[in-house]
């Protein structure tokens, strides 16, 4: 999404709607972190790193939003804390497919057609410091705009209660990173009053030097803003790495301990279908040939044994592995 979106939003309605399916979600509900997750209390356990999915599984949770979802990488406890979701119009998202393509990739869309992607953060603890990449949609609903090509419904708002499972204070948090500058990804950095008083927000300085925010949001970030250049550690097994294409600073971070690491590629990757396809350029990419040509090479980093990925908008398959041309949920 891009943050100049204009489109009406009510930040101050505790309400917000679940578009897989409509039913109203209450926000205050500890238990409402994720359609996947209905009424389970308590966050899944932490998974081993290199455990997959079953694959019947795996295909029913690429049609909805991702539940709470927690991996050891070596040290580290990587959490994906879900804040809400949004609905791709695959036809306009990825506008060079052909149309019968997507009755081959059927599996991949919900029962109303539509590619389900996640708004969320990824917790990285490391005993007791804590770093957030990205920081959700905010509490806030966008509903479908027929006139939109792209973009469905959006919501977010289930942020802070993810955290609260995980059992993390966001005011202990003193670091969330961008990936890059979009409104999914940057909500609950511009709340007011702030969710994470005490954290630097770590902002790629060549996204930074052409961003798009709305002068309330720029006020928000700057007081606590620190650049970063590719190959900045942000915590001690974390760095950034340069992934332009979708933004012109679109930025990736490695979390790297004993042997393993974890690449979160924000939004390089929309879809596990372009690790098949690479050459599918989103329609909201700044620039498709250069995001084509870093796709690549991302994929190929993700192929080694030792790497692990992270896509924030996966469905509920957020963690994988990729193996050939496909994406191997973990």
């Known amino acids: 999404m891009n943050p100049a979106d204009e489109r009406a939003v009510n930040p101050v309605d505790e309400r917000a709607v679940n578009p897989v399916d409509e039913r109203p979600v209450n926000l205050v509900d500890e238990r409402a972190v994720g359609p996947a997750q209905e009424s389970r209390g308590d966050p899944e356990p932490d998974r081993p790193a290199g455990r997959p999915v079953d694959p019947d599984e795996a295909g029913r949770r690429l049609r909805r939003p991702s ?32 149309a019968a393509r997507w009755d081959v990739y059927a599996d991949h869309l919900n029962d109303t057609a539509r590619l389900v992607a996640n708004t969320g953060g990824l917790l990285v603890e490391l005993g007791p410091e804590a770093l957030l990449v990205d920081a959700g949609f905010g509490p806030r609903l966008v509903p479908d705009d027929p006139s939109d090509a792209a973009l469905g419904a959006v919501h977010g708002g ?30 609950w950095a511009c709340a007011d009053p702030p969710l994470f008083p005490e954290a630097t927000f770590f902002v790629p300085e060549s996204e930074w030097a052409q961003h798009r925010l709305s002068p309330e949001a720029a006020r928000m970030l700057t007081p606590r803003l620190a650049l970063v250049a590719p190959g900045r ?94 994406w191997i949920p973990v």
Not at 74 to 87: I, K, N
Not at 259 to 278: E, K, N, S, V, Y
Not at 289 to 312: C, K, M, N, V, Y
């Open 67 to 98: 539940a709470l979802r927690t991996l050891r990488v070596g040290d580290f406890r990587v959490s994906y804390v879900p804040d809400g979701a949004m609905l791709l119009k695959p036809a306009g998202r990825l506008p060079t497919v052909p």
């Open 158 to 187: 289930w942020l802070p209660a993810g955290l609260a499972r995980l059992g993390r204070r966001p005011e202990t948090i003193g670091a969330v990173a961008f990936t890059h500058l979009h409104a999914d990804h940057i909500g």
């Open 233 to 326: 550690q942000i915590l001690p097994g974390v760095e950034t790495f340069a992934l332009p294409g979708h933004t012109t600073g679109h930025t990736g971070y490695t979390i790297t301990s004993r042997g393993t690491r974890l690449l979160a590629f924000g939004d390089a990757l929309t879809t596990p279908l372009q690790i098949r396809h690479p050459d599918w350029s989103a329609s909201n990419d700044a620039d498709p040939h250069q995001s084509t040509r870093h796709r690549l090479r991302l994929i190929a980093e993700l192929r080694r044994p030792d790497t692990i990925g992270f896509g924030i908008h996966f469905a509920d398959v957020v963690f994988g592995r990729v193996q050939g041309d496909a």
